[in-house]
T-cell receptor, first 116, second 111 residues
Framework: EAGVTQFPSHSVIEKGQTVTLRCDPI?????LYWYRRVMGKEIKFLLH????????ESGMPNNRFLAERTGGTYSTLKVQPAELEDSGVYFC??????????????FGPGTRLTVT | ELKVEQNPLFLSMQEGKNYTIYCNYS?????LYWYRQDPGKSLESLFV?????AVKQEGRLMASLDTKARLSTLHITAAVHDLSATYFC???????????FGAGTILRVKS
């Protein structure tokens, strides 16, 4: 079974440019999450999709960030325009209820975004 | 707001030694996860602890959960170099919802 994949693995852009990150969850996982780790700090939640619907977007830092999950499969996270403080590693995770009812999240390798 | 604190944040150990990483959280939850991350890799799930008193062991690692104390521990026995990685604990309050992570513990095992 393929794991969660993310593209690109690394992106370097200039301040003011636009970047789009992509996440492909594990097949059949309805739940998809985005997290971010800024250098040296905690991994922080950004948002949660259930299929194509945004269940919780309380962690989105501002309106420069736009996440979509058209058709309930892969998701994109667009940052426009990028600022220096957006640099960090963006993780995607997916989950599906287990036999015991809990939702173990499986993480992708992350996209390292550097804004210069 | 749920807060999760890990300590220590950095741990340098000699091979063969034992040590414990602590994870405290601020509000009631009975679901706690431990992840391992190697540089440039995904977060790999190590343990899922779903009830008070849960204890799980895998090789040289053992994790436990005390929901009354809001504390989980990750105990390392007779460390080996291959255990060098960053370890995160994470807590969620509602099924299927966001995880709140600790800051991570960077573990370096020296031979």
């Amino acid at each position: 079974e393929a794991g969660v994949t993310q593209f690109p693995s690394h992106s370097v852009i200039e301040k003011g440019q636009t970047v789009t990150l992509r996440c492909d969850p594990i097949s059949g996982h309805d739940n998809l999450y985005w997290y971010r780790r800024v250098m040296g700090k905690e991994i922080k939640f950004l948002l949660h999709f259930v299929k194509e619907s945004k269940q919780d977007e309380s962690g989105m830092p501002n309106n420069r960030f736009l996440a979509e999950r058209t058709g309930g499969t892969y998701s994109t996270l667009k940052v426009q325009p990028a600022e220096l403080e957006d640099s960090g590693v963006y993780f995607c995770a997916s989950s599906h209820p287990s036999g015991t009812g809990h939702y173990e999240q499986y993480f992708g390798p992350g996209t390292r975004l550097t804004v210069t | 707001e749920l807060k999760v604190e890990q300590n220590p944040l950095f741990l340098s150990m000699q091979e063969g030694k034992n040590y414990t990483i602590y994870c405290n959280y601020s509000t009631t939850s009975d679901r706690l996860y431990w992840y391992r991350q190697d540089p440039g890799k995904s977060l790999e799930s190590l343990f899922v602890l779903l009830s008070n008193g849960a204890v799980k062991q895998e090789g040289r690692l053992m994790a436990s959960l005390d929901t009354k104390a809001r504390l989980s521990t990750l105990h390392i026995t007779a460390a080996v170099h291959d255990l060098s990685a960053t370890y995160f604990c994470a807590v969620d309050m509602e099924y299927g919802n966001k995880l709140v992570f600790g800051a991570g513990t960077i573990l370096r095992v020296k031979s």
